[in-house]
């Protein structure tokens, strides 16, 4: 059983930051990928960024600049730092995890979500 929860959204003007994390718990051998990605109403999940066990990065163009994320390995942790946040970034956040269980088997986690709303 692996336990997902994510935690920092909220409501913040155009211009402000915000910073989301996930922790994962549980039945964890080892973590690869971690990412976060959002759902914006009427619209489908997108990958906003990810990180590697070895800490390479990918961002979303749109995001390139403004956000960033990290992990620490020792807390089985993500974070998504996010600054001169826009509109346009209102969304559900999800973390996603992907892992090995100690029963050796590997699986995509996904957080419960949280709300970030940017006002103008």
């Known amino acids: 059983q692996v336990q997902l929860v994510e935690s920092g959204g909220g409501l913040v003007q155009a211009g402000g930051s915000l910073r989301l994390s996930c922790a994962a718990s549980?039945?964890?051998?080892?973590?690869?990928?971690m990412g976060w990605y959002r759902q914006a109403s009427g619209k489908q999940r997108e990958l906003v960024a990810a990180i590697t066990s070895g800490g390479s990065t990918k961002y979303a163009d749109s995001v390139k600049g403004r956000f960033s994320i990290s992990r620490d390995n020792a807390k089985n942790a993500v974070y998504l730092q996010m600054n001169s946040l826009k509109p346009e970034d209102t969304a559900v956040y999800y973390c996603n995890v992907n892992l090995v269980t100690w029963l050796n088997s590997r699986h995509d986690y996904w957080g419960q979500g949280t709300q970030v709303s940017v006002s103008s």
């Open positions: 549980g039945s964890i051998f080892s973590i690869d990928a």
